[in-house]
T-cell receptor, first 115, second 111 residues
């Protein structure tokens, strides 16, 4: 199974709402990532978890709160978002290793619209 | 500054034709380079991955090349199909978690 799943596929939320995005993988990967992608732009790294610990936070606003409850699950909690936060949110996973040959697998993304 | 530049920005070709996409990078340290295909609104799907010592890697109708000396890579698509219409992204990995994404080439294949 080389699949990364993300739910929901689409999410519309108001600026005062609280919602969560969910990501799951069963490949035994111990690194998981959140990316944000705006239209016609490459993905931008937000967070990296390694062995369920936050390793990288790319200066993301606190209205985005990541959580890694176990090695297979990654959540992104959303609160008080702004319309400019509307984007495709991608989750990815990979092995944690210095080997240059390991792959980073992406999920299908959650299309988020903030109204 | 770590950078990955791709050209052309967009490309339109007829079905059945071949095309080549370019990727130039200035990334250090270099771990590997991979090409992804991304359909609109979907997550990227890996096509090829190459390490420093590899010059060519094929995946069906996709063939990637890497010249580590000039820091250039190309992705050649043979006998294009309508389903090849997508964005193609070149990504260079630097270190354990750092991935430098190119801005992509948007390919449209016409019948």
């Amino acid at each position: 199974d080389t699949e990364v799943t993300q739910t929901p596929k689409h999410l519309v939320m108001g600026m005062t709402n609280k919602k969560s995005l969910k990501c799951e993988q069963h490949m035994g990967h111990r690194a998981m990532y959140w990316y944000k992608q705006k239209a016609k732009k490459p993905p931008e790294l937000m967070f990296v978890y390694s062995y369920e610990k936050l390793s990288i936070n790319e200066s993301v606003p606190s209205r985005f709160s990541p959580e890694c409850p176990n090695s297979s699950l990654l959540n992104l909690h959303l609160h008080a978002l702004q319309p400019e936060d509307s984007a495709l949110y991608l989750c990815a996973s990979s092995q944690v290793a210095t080997s240059p040959t390991y792959e980073q697998y992406f999920g299908p993304g959650t299309r988020l619209t903030v109204t | 500054k770590n950078q990955v530049e791709q050209s052309p920005q967009s490309l339109i070709i007829l079905e059945g034709k071949n095309c080549t996409l370019q990727c130039n990078y200035t990334v250090s340290p270099f771990s590997n380079l991979r090409w992804y295909k991304q359909d609109t609104g979907r997550g990227p799907v890996s096509l090829t991955i190459m390490t420093f010592s590899e010059n060519t890697k094929s995946n069906g109708r996709y063939t990637a090349t890497l010249d580590a000396d000039t820091k250039q890579s190309s992705l050649h698509i043979t006998a294009s199909q309508l389903s090849d219409s997508a964005s193609y992204i070149c990504v260079v990995r630097s270190g354990t978690y750092k991935y430098i994404f190119g801005t992509g080439t948007r390919l449209k294949v016409l019948a």
